[in-house]
């Protein structure tokens, strides 16, 4: 049988206004994403164009309007609560420009975060978690409190942090936005094994040296997607 692989998701015209007071910002006027398992794909447009609005979508941190969303062939329109928290929790993990570890607590904490939600028990957890934060060169400062880590570390934390519940997709918005250039080339080397080892990545960059690491890239424009 000749049958096409299905896409780990799509979405196809995908709206959202926000609405300031009197002001309506249409931010996504009909946007179409489709991002295959095993992809490393970067999402470019300039600031305010709705990159993060669409990765909060597709990362269940926020609804569409309208539009359909289709994750691991299910339509998430229908999902309730508990479906999205288990969702967020073990299908997805992201990684934020400010990090968002938290202060005056170890990476290996840091990093058991996920498993403490998804009751995970407390051995597996530990030995998960160094594993997690050996994978991002980082088995030396397990633990180091968050404070003592430098930008660069901090981010591969959160990179450990979010792939520890081994999720189908990794979002990352702007994971070396706040990085020097050693660090992000670090970081990059971090997320090409990781998609190497199998992992699907998509990264919202405004970077070129970090969008030539991916396959493809995707543009918003006017809220819509463009594929280049
Ligand atoms: N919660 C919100 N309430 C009102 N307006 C919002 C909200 N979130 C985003 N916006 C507006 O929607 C537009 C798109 O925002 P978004 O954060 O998605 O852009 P972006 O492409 O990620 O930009 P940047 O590159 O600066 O991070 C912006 O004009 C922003 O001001
Ligand atoms: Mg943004």
Redesign the pocket.
């Known amino acids: 049988m000749n049958k096409k692989k299905e896409p780990l998701l799509y979405a196809q015209g995908l709206k959202k206004t926000?609405?300031?007071g009197t002001v309506k910002?249409e931010?996504l006027k009909g946007a179409d994403v489709e991002i295959h398992a095993g992809e490393f794909v970067t999402i470019m447009?300039?600031?305010?164009?709705?990159?993060?609005?669409?990765m909060h979508i597709l990362g269940f941190l926020d609804a569409p309007d309208e539009g359909k969303y289709v994750f691991e062939g299910k339509d998430t329109s229908k999902f309730d609560d508990d479906q999205l928290a288990e969702i967020r929790n073990k299908k997805i993990g992201f990684v934020f420009q400010s990090f968002n570890l938290l202060p005056r607590t170890s990476a290996l904490d840091n990093v058991r975060l996920p498993m403490i939600y998804a009751g995970v028990p407390e051995k597996e957890q530990i030995i998960k978690a160094t594993k997690a934060l050996e994978s991002v060169g980082l088995g030396h400062r397990l633990n180091n409190l968050s404070n003592e880590l430098s930008g660069g570390e901090q981010q591969r934390v959160a990179v450990a942090r979010a792939l520890v519940n081994n999720p189908s997709l990794i979002l990352a918005?702007?994971p070396t936005g706040n990085l020097d250039s050693a660090s992000t080339k670090e970081m990059m080397k971090v997320f090409d094994e990781l998609n190497k080892k199998g992992h699907t990545l998509v990264i919202?960059t405004?970077e070129d040296n970090v969008a030539s690491h991916a396959h493809r890239t995707i543009e918003?424009h006017d809220g819509v997607c463009k594929r280049s």
């Not at 447009?45 to 669409?54: E, I, V």
């Open positions: 926000y609405t300031t910002t931010v447009g300039h600031s305010g164009s709705g990159k993060s609005t669409l918005d702007e919202v405004h918003i």
